[in-house]
């Protein structure tokens, strides 16, 4: 005995298909679109007025972010990543990675990550040149102070960039020739 398949009455008694339902996010971003309100010097005073009670509070409110520290952890971050940017943009070194940047100046980019070059290994390469520094004795790994550094570089360029572009423009401008004074100091002791 053949079972007969079942018969399918959705189309017969007329269901409706659903609508698909946009997402929570989608709506805000319609609504917002609609009621959109562009900001200019014109009416900015007008939407400040129906943010805050005085004009001393809008006032305070922006002298308050205008000019917030930096943390002085990513201060020394700042200076090693201009410093491997600046070695970056040189003509000479135009083809050449981070990597080989900080290798070639590592006695600098030791110095800002905050380790003592002294204490810091021979590299691979610097060992098989020269077979006598394999039993020098250090504090630290040439390889993981190098990735360090650049893992330092990566960061503050993809999660802090505009806090970073802020630094330079506000603070670095200004203390460039201090810090290159530094930096020729350092490579020459």
Request: glycine share 2%.
């Amino acid at each position: 005995m053949v079972i007969p398949s079942p018969v399918r009455y959705t189309e017969i008694m007329g269901s409706k298909k659903r609508k698909k339902k946009a997402s929570v996010q989608e709506e805000l971003e319609s609504l917002f679109f609609k009621d959109r309100i562009t900001y200019t010097w014109k009416n900015l005073g007008r939407y400040a007025e129906s943010m805050y009670d005085t004009p001393q509070d809008a006032m305070d409110v922006l002298a308050a972010n205008s000019n917030k520290p930096f943390n002085p952890k990513l201060v020394k971050r700042f200076y090693l990543v201009k410093f491997i940017e600046e070695e970056m943009n040189k003509r000479v070194n135009k083809y050449k990675g981070p990597r080989t940047i900080v290798n070639e100046n590592m006695r600098v980019c030791c110095t800002l990550h905050g380790k003592n070059f002294d204490n810091v290994g021979p590299s691979k390469t610097q060992i098989n040149d020269n077979p006598h520094l394999k039993n020098k004795s250090s504090i630290y790994e040439h390889d993981p102070i190098v990735e360090q550094i650049i893992e330092k570089r990566r960061r503050v360029l993809k999660d802090n960039k505009p806090e970073y572009n802020r630094w330079v423009r506000e603070i670095y401008k200004y203390k460039a020739k201090e810090f290159k004074s530094y930096i020729q100091r350092k490579l020459h002791s």
